[in-house]
């Protein structure tokens, strides 16, 4: 249904669309369709020089070979993770091809020809996530030996310059990648093809996504925990080279904090955007006004590749001049200026190209409307950083509440505050969100709803547009963090500091005298910043996925009722399936939570048995032999495999089988996951952000490392863990995939339900297929007293 509503919109206008590309027509001689499709072109070109360009020099950047051969070993690591997911994704391809098949192939009876194209455009979904999180994983395991080796000159800046350098070339290239694929189906996909092609697109990206970001969280909490808690159990230093856990730990920054983010990243652009295109064909009903707001869309999407350019350029411009020389930084200080002055660069553009491109919609103010709404979703991707910080930032009074509590009370008192940051931040988040859509609805109410039904929902899909319109910077400091945290493995790994005559070969080779103690001091401090901007960027995607994940459902129930006219009162709580449906959702988010954080425990408990078993402290050797540091990541990848197949399973049929029910109770179903989804993510999220630079800020700011105050801050941050990089953040592919996934579910369900008792049956076999996984997901993962050998 929703794929054959664009496709009829888009049909119905295929004159405009493909022969002449006049599709804005209305722009007049100076910018043209043809014109503005092949600037859109030159745009994502210029992306992906920017991201080639960027990535080249930093794999020629100078490093030692001692830390180049670590971050080597890391990187062959992390391909054979990225491999290993990639054949279980072709498995879930091949489901999700059977639904495409089986929808539009025998229930709309498109010819085999297009359904094949539909599922080539999933595949290319998918093919797109996965290869922005692989481009993502190797140019920031280029950048953190290159980052450790920069350290050694004592200057602070190449240390912030050289992350955030890799990140906004994964941002850039990953946004281009996008753009080009949605361009390409526009321009060389028949009209009448474009609209399911689009949701073909949109629901393999977001199926890879949620399988790189569910079993990236789960492998990479699994090895940090059995390689932090190593610090507790023998009382040696983090990062120490005779701990096999180390690289294993290094490749979970990668999986988790690298492949993950970058794949949801990709996912997110793509999903929110179709969301605004069908929510446009279904609520405009004139349809040059739908051209006009789709190209005004796609012009919008563009335009955030050129803003985090151009402030990318003014940022650096500006921290270079304050900090290239200087002997200390503040790392978060340029981090910060960089999210406001591309916030600030994007309004100002949005409003100027706006005029331009509608400024004759609307009586002429149609166009400042609906930019000042994106604008509350851009300020938001700035102003939700700042509030994200009172919590989880080294010297927030929230993260000092928890260090006071944990020298007076150990580690339950320091879980009991980190609780608190949590749930006090889930709070403001909270209202910080309600008041930048309570402004967006309010600017809707004046005279939008002319041209279109529930303004309101559109405006709120704005918003989530907005949350994106810095998207490059947002990717490049949520980067940052991975970056920071190998960089400080790679320099203990190396052993750089036991290498006979390394200052002399230094010197030499590379023309400056290394400081070792500086160094490490260094990289210290810039990985707390890089932990900080990590909690920044989970809110905003999160935000993202819920806000666009409410105008793809409004979109839904705009087909259930005929345009607003007919079958409202189901969506009541007197309908009781509806309210049953949001009981569901709930369920569902609570059981992930609890079997995404089992899958980390279980796997842990082997990854620290093993460890115990194996480490050598007798002096025997410097450092854990590859074959052991082989051995921990194979377990990790284990345990997130199984983990991530339960996990995957359980919301792949329960989708099925929930949309076979009843179509309001799916409809209350997809409410309640986003909802509940949206809070249990923020606290989680920044709970976890806050027991992460707790214990950051007494290693550091305190330097009390293998004190009773550390190893009750250590344990707080393992049970952060899995809370800020497992359940939370894979909350936002997953509430994406359910509502993109669940629109395609539904159409099926509605197509077979003239088949009578069969929808019935279907769900029944589908719910019971989903219980079993259910109980597979703490079953398959119980710990078990057995060697691990």
């Given at each position: 249904m929703?794929?054959?509503?664009?496709?009829?919109?888009?049909a119905?206008?295929?004159?405009?669309?493909?022969?002449?590309?006049?599709?804005?027509?209305?722009?007049?001689?100076?910018?043209?369709?043809?014109?503005?499709?092949?600037?859109?072109?030159?745009v994502?070109?210029?992306?992906?020089c920017?991201?080639?360009?960027?990535?080249?020099?930093?794999?020629?950047?100078?490093?030692?070979?001692?830390?180049q051969?670590?971050?080597?070993?890391?990187?062959?690591?992390?391909k054979?993770?990225?491999?290993?997911?990639?054949?279980?994704i072709?498995?879930?391809?091949?489901l999700?091809?059977?639904?495409?098949?089986?929808?539009?192939?025998?229930?709309?009876?498109?010819?085999?020809?297009?359904?094949?194209?539909?599922?080539?455009?999933?595949?290319?979904?998918?093919?797109?996530?996965?290869?922005?999180?692989?481009?993502?994983?190797?140019?920031?395991?280029?950048?953190?030996?290159?980052?450790?080796?920069?350290?050694?000159?004592?200057?602070?800046?190449?240390?912030?310059?050289?992350?955030?350098?890799?990140?906004?070339?994964?941002?850039?290239?990953?946004?281009?990648?996008?753009?080009?694929?949605?361009?390409?189906?526009?321009?060389?996909?028949?009209?009448?093809?474009?609209?399911?092609?689009?949701?073909?697109?949109?629901?393999?990206?977001?199926?890879?996504?949620?399988?790189?970001?569910?079993?990236?969280?789960?492998?990479?909490?699994?090895?940090?925990?059995?390689?932090?808690?190593?610090k507790?159990?023998?009382?040696?230093?983090?990062?120490?080279?005779?701990?096999?856990?180390?690289?294993?730990?290094?490749?979970?920054?990668?999986?988790?904090?690298?492949?993950?983010?970058?794949?949801?990243?990709?996912?997110?652009?793509?999903?929110?955007?179709?969301?605004?295109?069908?929510?446009?064909?279904?609520?405009?009903?004139d349809?040059?006004?739908?051209?006009?707001?789709?190209?005004w869309?796609?012009?919008?999407?563009?335009?955030?590749?050129?803003?985090?350019?151009?402030?990318?350029?003014?940022?650096?411009?500006?921290?270079?001049?304050?900090?290239l020389?200087?002997?200390?930084?503040?790392?978060?200080?340029?981090?910060?200026?960089?999210?406001?002055?591309?916030?600030?660069?994007s309004?100002?553009?949005?409003?100027?190209?706006?005029?331009?491109?509608?400024?004759?919609?609307?009586?002429?103010?149609?166009?400042?409307?609906?930019?000042?709404i994106?604008?509350?979703?851009?300020?938001?991707?700035?102003?939700?950083?700042e509030?994200?910080?009172?919590?989880?930032?080294?010297?927030?009074?929230?993260?000092?509440?928890?260090?006071?509590?944990?020298?007076?009370?150990?580690?339950?008192?320091?879980?009991?505050?980190?609780?608190?940051?949590?749930?006090?931040?889930?709070?403001?988040?909270?209202?910080?969100?309600?008041?930048?859509m309570?402004?967006?609805?309010?600017?809707?109410?004046?005279?939008?709803?002319?041209?279109?039904?529930?303004?309101?929902?559109?405006?709120?899909?704005?918003?989530?547009?907005?949350?994106?319109?810095?998207?490059p910077?947002?990717?490049?400091?949520?980067?940052?963090?991975?970056?920071?945290?190998?960089?400080?493995?790679?320099?203990?790994?190396?052993?750089?500091?036991?290498?006979?005559?390394?200052?002399?070969?230094?010197?030499?080779?590379?023309?400056?005298?290394?400081?070792?103690?500086?160094?490490?001091l260094?990289?210290?401090?810039?990985?707390?910043?890089?932990?900080?901007?990590?909690?920044?960027?989970?809110?905003?995607?999160?935000?993202?996925?819920?806000?666009?994940?409410?105008?793809?459902?409004?979109?839904?129930?705009?087909?259930?009722?005929?345009?607003?006219?007919?079958?409202?009162?189901?969506?009541?709580?007197?309908?009781?399936?509806?309210?049953?449906?949001?009981?569901?959702?709930?369920?569902?988010?609570?059981?992930?939570?609890?079997?995404?954080?089992?899958?980390?425990?279980?796997?842990?408990y082997?990854?620290?048995?093993?460890?115990?078993?194996n480490i050598?402290l007798?002096?025997?050797?410097?450092?854990?032999?590859?074959?052991?540091?082989?051995?921990?990541?194979?377990?990790?990848?284990?345990?997130?495999?199984?983990?991530?197949?339960?996990?995957?399973?359980?919301?792949?049929?329960?989708?099925?089988?929930?949309?076979?029910?009843?179509?309001?109770?799916?409809?209350?179903?997809?409410?309640?996951?986003?909802l509940?989804?949206?809070?249990?993510?923020?606290?989680?999220?920044?709970?976890?952000?806050?027991?992460?630079?707790?214990?950051?800020?007494?290693?550091?700011?305190?330097?009390?490392?293998?004190?009773?105050?550390?190893?009750?801050?250590?344990?707080?941050?393992?049970?952060?863990?899995p809370?800020?990089?497992?359940?939370?953040?894979?909350?936002?592919?997953?509430?994406?995939f359910?509502?993109?996934?669940?629109?395609?579910?539904?159409?099926?369900?509605?197509?077979?339900?003239?088949?009578?008792?069969?929808?019935?049956?279907?769900?029944?076999?589908?719910?019971?297929?989903?219980?079993?996984?259910?109980?597979?997901?703490?079953?398959?993962?119980?710990?078990?007293?057995?060697?691990?050998?």
């Amino acid at each position: 249904m929703l794929g054959v509503f664009v496709k009829q919109a888009l049909a119905s206008e295929a004159d405009l669309i493909i022969p002449d590309l006049s599709l804005v027509s209305f722009f007049g001689d100076l910018v043209n369709g043809k014109s503005l499709l092949m600037f859109g072109f030159l745009v994502c070109v210029f992306g992906l020089c920017f991201g080639i360009y960027h990535f080249l020099g930093i794999k020629n950047l100078p490093v030692h070979k001692s830390m180049q051969s670590i971050s080597e070993l890391i990187y062959e690591t992390c391909k054979i993770y990225l491999i290993t997911q990639g054949k279980f994704i072709i498995i879930l391809e091949v489901l999700l091809a059977v639904i495409i098949i089986v929808y539009f192939g025998f229930l709309e009876h498109f010819s085999s020809l297009k359904v094949a194209t539909i599922v080539l455009c999933s595949i290319v979904g998918i093919l797109g996530s996965y290869t922005v999180a692989w481009f993502g994983m190797r140019i920031n395991t280029f950048a953190n030996s290159r980052t450790a080796f920069a350290s050694l000159k004592g200057k602070p800046f190449p240390l912030y310059a050289i992350p955030l350098r890799a990140g906004m070339s994964i941002g850039m290239l990953l946004i281009s990648i996008e753009l080009l694929i949605m361009l390409i189906i526009l321009l060389f996909i028949p009209s009448d093809l474009a609209g399911p092609c689009f949701i073909g697109f949109a629901v393999g990206e977001s199926l890879g996504a949620s399988v790189l970001r569910i079993a990236g969280g789960i492998f990479t909490k699994i090895a940090d925990i059995g390689s932090d808690l190593m610090k507790i159990v023998f009382n040696i230093k983090e990062d120490d080279a005779r701990n096999p856990g180390v690289i294993a730990d290094c490749t979970g920054d990668n999986a988790g904090d690298s492949v993950g983010p970058t794949a949801d990243g990709f996912e997110t652009y793509g999903v929110t955007g179709v969301a605004l295109v069908t929510f446009i064909v279904l609520a405009v009903s004139d349809p040059i006004l739908q051209i006009k707001l789709l190209v005004w869309i796609f012009v919008m999407r563009l335009i955030m590749l050129v803003s985090s350019a151009l402030s990318y350029g003014i940022n650096a411009l500006f921290a270079k001049t304050k900090y290239l020389l200087a002997d200390k930084m503040n790392f978060e200080a340029p981090l910060t200026s960089l999210v406001w002055i591309t916030s600030i660069v994007s309004i100002a553009l949005t409003f100027i190209v706006s005029n331009f491109v509608i400024g004759d919609l609307g009586e002429g103010s149609l166009w400042w409307k609906l930019s000042l709404i994106i604008s509350c979703g851009t300020i938001a991707g700035a102003i939700i950083p700042e509030v994200v910080k009172i919590f989880t930032s080294v010297k927030s009074s929230f993260v000092q509440n928890v260090v006071n509590s944990s020298r007076h009370g150990g580690s339950s008192l320091n879980v009991l505050a980190g609780l608190t940051a949590g749930n006090f931040s889930a709070y403001w988040m909270g209202i910080a969100i309600i008041i930048l859509m309570a402004i967006a609805y309010l600017i809707s109410s004046l005279s939008i709803g002319d041209i279109m039904i529930a303004p309101a929902v559109f405006a709120f899909g704005l918003v989530a547009f907005g949350f994106l319109g810095m998207g490059p910077v947002t990717i490049a400091v949520d980067s940052y963090g991975p970056v920071t945290d190998n960089a400080q493995s790679v320099y203990e790994l190396s052993l750089i500091e036991n290498i006979p005559n390394v200052d002399k070969e230094i010197e030499k080779g590379f023309g400056f005298k290394p400081t070792f103690e500086k160094s490490k001091l260094l990289l210290e401090e810039n990985d707390g910043a890089g932990n900080t901007f990590k909690a920044t960027a989970k809110p905003v995607l999160i935000g993202t996925a819920v806000v666009g994940a409410t105008t793809m459902i409004f979109s839904t129930i705009v087909m259930l009722t005929d345009k607003l006219t007919t079958g409202l009162e189901n969506l009541s709580l007197i309908h009781a399936p509806f309210l049953l449906g949001l009981i569901s959702g709930g369920a569902i988010i609570y059981w992930f939570t609890g079997a995404s954080n089992h899958a980390v425990t279980s796997g842990a408990y082997k990854a620290v048995e093993f460890i115990k078993n194996n480490i050598k402290l007798d002096g025997s050797a410097q450092k854990a032999s590859t074959q052991d540091s082989k051995k921990v990541v194979e377990i990790c990848t284990k345990y997130a495999q199984k983990g991530m197949i339960n996990l995957f399973m359980v919301v792949f049929f329960t989708t099925l089988a929930f949309a076979f029910i009843e179509p309001y109770f799916f409809i209350g179903y997809l409410i309640s996951i986003a909802l509940f989804g949206l809070f249990q993510a923020i606290f989680m999220a920044n709970a976890g952000g806050a027991w992460d630079n707790a214990k950051k800020y007494v290693e550091v700011d305190l330097r009390e490392k293998g004190t009773e105050l550390h190893k009750a801050t250590v344990v707080g941050d393992t049970v952060g863990d899995p809370f800020k990089d497992t359940s939370s953040v894979a909350m936002n592919p997953i509430i994406k995939f359910t509502t993109l996934f669940g629109l395609l579910a539904l159409e099926l369900a509605m197509g077979l339900n003239k088949e009578g008792s069969l929808s019935i049956i279907l769900a029944a076999i589908f719910f019971v297929i989903s219980i079993v996984f259910v109980v597979k997901s703490f079953t398959d993962m119980k710990t078990k007293d057995e060697e691990v050998k």
